[in-house]
């Protein structure tokens, strides 16, 4: 049993000689309508105009066309749907021991300032270990600085809490 290849499907709308149905209704690339012409004198007033002829109501009798810069038509589409895109929101972690040095103290919160005002979520996590954990108020004064410190960015989502018997934690959302 042959298989007979089916040919690929074009995405976008047909330009040029791509268009085979005649007569179209043709509008000029100024918006001028030009009324309904057969396609051959259609494709040579684009031809003239150094334009190309593209059909933009296909399931129009008859189909709309229109002359215009294809290309730059494509590259215009493309800026907008670019644009369009939003930025998803991420949550991003910083997370110190409580004997943390005021200088990577700054470092971490530099780092946060960045992600907030990128409008990231940021989770401020100090993790203890060993006997660390005999010493949860430092723990909860250092992330209380860092939400005081963080406050001009970013609003506190949810405020320092003990999550587990190792980790204290707050949540900031950008303002």
């Known amino acids: 049993?042959?298989?007979e290849r089916q040919p690929q499907q074009q995405q976008g709308p047909r330009i040029n000689e791509q268009i085979r149905?005649?007569?179209?209704r043709v509008i000029d690339n100024d918006g001028k309508m030009l009324g309904v012409i057969?396609?051959?004198?259609a494709l040579s007033i684009a031809r003239q105009q150094d334009l190309d002829l593209v059909e933009v109501a296909s399931q129009e009798r008859p189909p709309v066309c229109r002359i215009m810069d294809f290309g730059k038509f494509k590259y215009e589409q493309n800026r907008k749907t670019r644009k369009a895109k939003t930025h998803q929101h991420q949550l991003?972690?910083?997370r110190v021991s409580p004997g943390v040095d005021k200088h990577d103290l700054?470092?971490?919160l530099k780092h946060a300032r960045e992600f907030l005002a990128?409008?990231?979520k940021v989770q401020?996590?100090?993790q203890f270990k060993g006997r660390q954990m005999a010493h949860m108020d430092t723990g909860l004064t250092l992330v209380k600085e860092m939400v005081d410190a963080l406050?001009?960015?970013?609003k506190v989502e949810r405020p320092p809490t003990r999550e587990g018997k190792n980790k204290i934690s707050a949540l900031l959302a950008p303002k």
């Open 118 to 120: 990128h409008k990231d």
């Open 21 to 24: 149905i005649s007569p179209l």
């Open 38 to 41: 057969p396609r051959d004198e």
């Open 124 to 126: 401020i996590t100090v």
């Open 106 to 108: 700054e470092f971490k």
């Open 92 to 94: 991003k972690e910083i």
């Open 1 to 3: 049993m042959a298989f």
């Open 151 to 154: 406050g001009d960015v970013g």
